[in-house]
Nanobody
Framework: QVQLVESGGGLVQAGGSLRLSCAAS????????MSWYRQAPGKERELVAT???????NYADSVKGRFTISRDNAKNTVYLQMNSLKPEDTAVYYC????????????WGQGTQVTVSS
């Protein structure tokens, strides 16, 4: 059973930066895709960014140009660099991993809170 553990959340002022980390207990080579999701209070969970094992990345329109997802296969870790943060980025951020090209995500982290003050 693979475990995903997020870290790096916190409180930051608008315009600031944070880097989230997602450490996997096993090799992330096994995963076709690793993604970051977020969920704000009263809102549905939103896909923020995805990194595939083929090297492709995708972003939600709301974070394009501000967030960058990257993966370090040697450290079995995925990162989300968040710059120019806005109050509307406030949410719990979750890391997720998917084994196959299609289908549901197989593993989820416990989440890390990001709060952006205005």
């Amino acid at each position: 059973q693979v475990q995903l553990v997020e870290s790096g959340g916190g409180l930051v002022q608008a315009g600031g930066s944070l880097r989230l980390s997602c450490a996997a207990s096993g090799s992330i080579f096994n995963f076709n895709a690793m993604s970051w999701y977020r969920q704000a209070p009263g809102k549905e969970r939103e896909l923020v960014a995805t990194s595939t094992d083929g090297g492709k990345t995708n972003y939600a329109d709301s974070v394009k140009g501000r967030f960058t997802i990257s993966r370090d296969n040697a450290k079995n870790t995925v990162y989300l660099q968040m710059n120019s943060l806005k109050p509307e980025d406030t949410a719990v951020y979750y890391c997720a991993a998917r084994i196959f090209i299609v289908g549901d995500y197989n593993y989820w982290g416990q989440g890390t809170q990001v709060t952006v003050s205005s």
